[in-house]
């Protein structure tokens, strides 16, 4: 199957299904001497594992991290660093029910069509449980980020119609303290309080909802980001898309900015000291991007994600052989998925930004 990896320099790789032995992840690119911290990326990971809370699913797995090559005392060695994470609670039973069927709104349908067989246990590669890997993944690129200053914040500003406030992005360390206060994962903590409040209650009533994750990456230097093709923000875009679940994506002003005009929308630039080195400006409607490059402000975007496809209901649905089916909700399935998503926004957006700073690097080199 091809589209399982990402990244050109530094570029990942990843493997495994739902209800398999181990899910995974190879990384290539990654330089040498970049401090690698078990503790830290399974950190991360305890922040998308399953079985957290009551408003995710109930499968529980501790999603234990094994490194198997790439570091040696405690650092990366510039050869791939391959991380297993061992498959510890599948339930391949409660998925028999529609092994000859289709789950609307799920992969089901297509990968049949596609490929002419589908692991229908948890739904196989398709299965939100692969993006575990990239969790991994994105806090080795973390590590890279850091010698550069560069931080990485993301929190649920939505669920449903409830919408938290903007926040005020100036210290990121506070608003992750705020974050990681309530499973809702939310910053604002009166809106978390509400948004948690709303989920328990779609959940009683075995239904799903959707949610929106806002991101912000900071001190990112002027110049990544490729001509026309592979803009920064474009693979910002893709990185997100790829993300099971995500159904938009916008940054900086986004559809928001359509409904201005160009007299409110251009930032206007100003340079302290007269110094190009601090050019910086006053509003950032571009979200830290101008013709898809970053210009030293603030990235900011916004991630969407759609309720999850699987519902405690029964649903019309047809079978293998185009007959008419029934599609009967049954298993651990989250009633809503940004609370644990944040972590994987993140982990995709520092993947991205480390592919990039590496390219950066390589041309700054090529031009001497």
């Keep these: 199957m091809a589209g399982n990896s990402f990244g050109d320099l530094f570029r990942i790789t990843t493997f495994g299904e739902s209800h398999g032995k181990a899910i995974g992840v190879i990384i290539d690119g990654c330089p040498s001497n970049i401090t690698?911290?078990?503790?830290?990326?399974?950190?991360?990971?305890?922040?998308?594992?399953?079985?957290?809370?009551?408003?995710?699913?109930?499968?529980?797995?501790?999603?234990?991290?094994q490194i198997l090559s790439g570091v040696f005392e405690g650092k990366s060695t510039g050869t791939p660093i391959a991380i297993v994470?061992?498959?510890?609670?599948?339930?391949?039973?409660?998925?028999?029910?529609?092994?000859?069927?289709?789950?609307?709104?799920?992969?089901?349908?297509?990968?049949?069509?596609?490929?002419?067989?589908?692991?229908?246990?948890?739904?196989?590669?398709?299965?939100?449980?692969?993006?575990?890997?990239?969790?991994a993944a994105g806090a080795v690129a973390k590590s890279f980020l850091q010698q550069f200053g560069i931080e990485i914040f993301a929190h649920v500003s939505g669920v449903g119609t409830i919408e938290a406030p903007n926040l005020d992005t100036k210290d990121l360390g506070a608003l992750l303290e705020l974050r990681e206060s309530n499973i809702a994962r939310c910053a604002d903590p009166a809106t978390?309080?509400?948004?948690?409040?709303?989920?328990?209650?779609?959940?009683?009533?075995?239904d799903t909802v959707g949610g929106r994750i806002s991101a912000v990456i900071r001190h990112v230097p002027v110049g990544l980001g490729?001509?026309?093709?592979?803009?920064?923000?474009a693979d910002l875009a893709k990185a997100m898309m790829s993300i099971n679940a995500v159904h938009g994506f916008e940054y900086g002003s986004g559809f928001a900015g359509?409904?201005?005009r160009g007299s409110e929308h251009n930032d206007i630039f100003v340079a302290d000291d007269h110094d190009l080195n601090q050019v910086h400006t006053h509003?950032?409607?571009?979200?830290?991007?101008?013709?898809g490059i970053?210009?030293?402000?603030?990235?900011?975007?916004?991630?969407a994600f759609k309720p999850v496809a699987?519902?405690?209901?029964?649903?019309?649905?047809?079978?293998?052989?185009?007959?008419p089916a029934i599609a009967s909700g049954k298993g651990r399935h989250d009633p809503c998925v940004v609370s644990r998503a944040v972590i994987i926004v993140e982990a995709m957006a520092a993947l991205v930004i480390a592919d990039h700073l590496l390219k950066h690097q390589s041309y700054k080199h090529a031009a001497r």
């Design 310 to 323: 699987t519902i405690m209901r029964d649903q019309e649905t047809v079978d293998v052989h185009g007959n």
């Design 226 to 233: 490729e001509p026309v093709f592979d803009k920064l923000h």
């Design 85 to 135: 994470i061992p498959n510890e609670d599948q339930r391949s039973k409660d998925y028999t029910h529609i092994k000859d069927i289709f789950r609307p709104s799920h992969a089901d349908f297509t990968y049949q069509m596609k490929y002419g067989i589908r692991d229908y246990r948890g739904g196989g590669r398709s299965s939100a449980r692969e993006t575990a890997a990239r969790v």
């Design 192 to 206: 978390a309080n509400e948004m948690i409040e709303f989920i328990d209650s779609v959940r009683k009533a075995g």
């Design 294 to 303: 970053s210009n030293g402000m603030d990235i900011t975007f916004k991630v």
């Design 36 to 65: 690698i911290d078990e503790e830290f990326i399974q950190s991360e990971l305890d922040k998308r594992k399953p079985g957290q809370s009551r408003i995710t699913t109930q499968r529980k797995e501790s999603d234990t991290a």
């Design 283 to 291: 509003t950032n409607f571009s979200g830290g991007i101008q013709g």
């Design 258 to 260: 359509s409904e201005l």
